[in-house]
């Protein structure tokens, strides 16, 4: 499985932006996909998941309310879409996918694609 994440950029406070995750390969194998951020000297921590039927979702507290996850079977795309941003939701975003289990941790994912940069600033 490969994982091709963009829709990365800078945005003023209060912005939006939309994130995309295009998958490739064994997709079959996929239960679970998920968004994952690193700011600059912190751990990557979990953002948002939703299950392989697009029925279960479920978001960090950081960002209920502002970020809505979604996926397109048809075009094998899960989505990030982000509202009221601000500056601490600058990070490098990550999107993952696992094969089974429900562990939405960073270990808990089998697949991951490289990052993109969002970044919040006046």
């Known amino acids: 499985v490969q994982l091709q994440a963009s829709g990365g950029g800078s945005v003023q406070p209060g912005g939006s932006l939309r994130l995309s995750c295009e998958a490739s390969?064994?997709?079959?194998?996929?239960?679970?996909w998920g968004w994952y951020r690193q700011a600059p000297g912190k751990e990557r921590e979990f953002v948002a998941g939703?299950?392989?039927?697009?029925?279960?979702?479920l978001s960090a507290d950081s960002v209920k309310g502002r970020f809505t996850i979604s996926r397109d079977n048809a075009k094998n795309t899960v989505y990030l879409q982000m509202n009221s941003l601000k500056p601490e939701d600058t990070a490098v975003y990550y999107c993952?996918?696992?094969?089974?289990?429900?562990?939405?941790?960073?270990?808990?994912?089998?697949?991951w694609g490289k990052g993109t940069l969002v970044t919040v600033s006046s």
């Open positions: 993952a996918a696992r094969r089974a289990g429900s562990n939405w941790s960073v270990n808990g994912m089998d697949y």
């Open positions: 390969g064994n997709i079959f194998r996929i239960n679970a």
């Open positions: 939703i299950g392989s039927s697009g029925l279960s979702r």
